[in-house]
């Protein structure tokens, strides 16, 4: 089992964050998410918190040892669960893959709270683990593959979001000084 782990800030307030999540793809930065489908949301009426639940649609070049090994396509399906809590200002996201889950799992946890200094802690961690038992090598070099296509997409996710926000919001605050 491989573990990831990253943290940090967003120069934004975690209102904006949150309502940037929703924009957070299409984006070139991010081209390997092709289709996001929401399945369910709904608002807790005695606490106020926001569930989200989505499919995204992926696109993932793998190697040809790991299809021809494991069989698949480049197709992958993610599930992704969110909660937003309003009254604590928190942003929980958990996901993990439908693909190929009988061969590799990746749990994925985000964390989006307000930092004193008026921006966004973003907090995330994966677990990613083959289930190939049988085979211990090729199990180590399918976990490696993951871990770095995930650290990968992780970076290229950090750029796109960020370029998401600042368009989001910079593109607001022109138009509110044009309007003045």
Known sequence: MHYFSQLFNYDHPWSHVVIGMWHKYPNPHCSHVLSIDVV???VDPNTGI???ERIL?????????IVKLFGGSED???REVSFIDPATQTATITSVNLSLSQFATCYESIRYTPSPDGRT???QTAEIQARVALWR?????LENW???RFEQNAHLGKIGFTDVLRQLWENREQQTAKQS
């Open 50 to 52: 926001i569930r989200t």
């Open 57 to 65: 649609g992926c696109k993932q070049k793998a190697p040809t040892w």
């Open 137 to 141: 090598s090729a199990a180590d070099k």
């Open 40 to 42: 369910d949301r709904s």
């Open 76 to 78: 992958a399906f993610v």
């Open 146 to 148: 993951l871990v770095q």
């Open 121 to 123: 802690t973003f907090a």
